[in-house]
T-cell receptor, first 113, second 110 residues
Framework: NAGVMQNPRHLVRRRGQEARLRCSPM?????VYWYRQLPEEGLKFMVY????????ESGMPKERFSAEFPKEGPSILRIQQVVRGDSAAYFC???????????FGSGTRLTVV | DAKTTQPTSMDCAEGRAANLPCNHS???????VYWYRQIHSQGPQYIIH???NNETNEMASLIITEDRKSSTLILPHATLRDTAVYYC???????????FGTGTRLQVFP
């Protein structure tokens, strides 16, 4: 049973480009969460999704960031017009139900140059 | 904001018990205490959680005080691979998100 799969592991983008981060939840998990970790800081909640629905996006920046979890395929975190401050590790987690145990992926390290 | 307070760092000799404290004086009756750890820059790993009773699993033990205002995570026989940042988190039952603080950096030395 594969765990939470995130790709790419490392992503380098120039300022102004778009970044797309993908997350495939564990088999049987229909809840996906995205977190961001800046260097030397703890993880910060960004967004919680279920299939085709955004449940809680209270941690998402108002501009340039969006997330989706389509009926088929992985969840996507999209960052438009990236800036240097977007450089961070982005972690995805999945669970079988709200309040259930989380399993985290290995993260995507985004570097904006 | 995180509702927990943890020491910034701790050391532990290999083979000895590591006792990691956590204060959560404003915890509510329906909030659980969760522990995760993050080894190097990997994704956080679930360790254990509890409400008011002490809990034990294959990784660790969780001791929660009777007033629930603090707890201690115990790694009974620390190994070098237990070197990590340990996060204590309070979480409302069936809520959607975890609020991470800055955690405790545990260094296990030979």
């Amino acid at each position: 049973n594969a765990g939470v799969m995130q790709n790419p592991r490392h992503l380098v983008r120039r300022r102004g480009q778009e970044a797309r981060l993908r997350c495939s939840p564990m088999k049987g998990h229909s809840h996906v969460y995205w977190y961001r970790q800046l260097p030397e800081e703890g993880l910060k909640f960004m967004v919680y999704l279920q299939k085709e629905n955004i449940i809680d996006e209270s941690g998402m920046p108002k501009e340039r960031f969006s997330a989706e979890f389509p009926k088929e395929g992985p969840s996507i975190l999209r960052i438009q017009q990236v800036v240097r401050g977007d450089s961070a590790a982005y972690f995805c987690a999945s669970s079988p139900a709200t309040g259930g145990g989380y399993t985290f992926g290995s993260g995507t390290r985004l570097t904006v140059v | 904001d995180a509702k927990t307070t943890q020491p910034t760092s701790m050391d532990c000799a290999e083979g000895r018990a590591a006792n990691l404290p956590c204060n959560h004086s404003t915890i509510s009756g329906n909030e659980y205490v969760y522990w995760y750890r993050q080894i190097h820059s990997q994704g956080p790993q679930y360790i254990i959680h509890g409400l008011k009773n002490n809990e034990t699993n294959e990784m660790a033990s969780l001791i929660i005080t009777e007033d629930r205002k603090s707890s201690t995570l115990i790694l009974p026989h620390a190994t070098l691979r237990d070197t990590a940042v340990y996060y204590c988190i309070v979480r409302v039952a069936r809520s959607d998100k975890l609020i991470f603080g800055t955690g405790t950096r545990l260094q296990v030395f030979p």
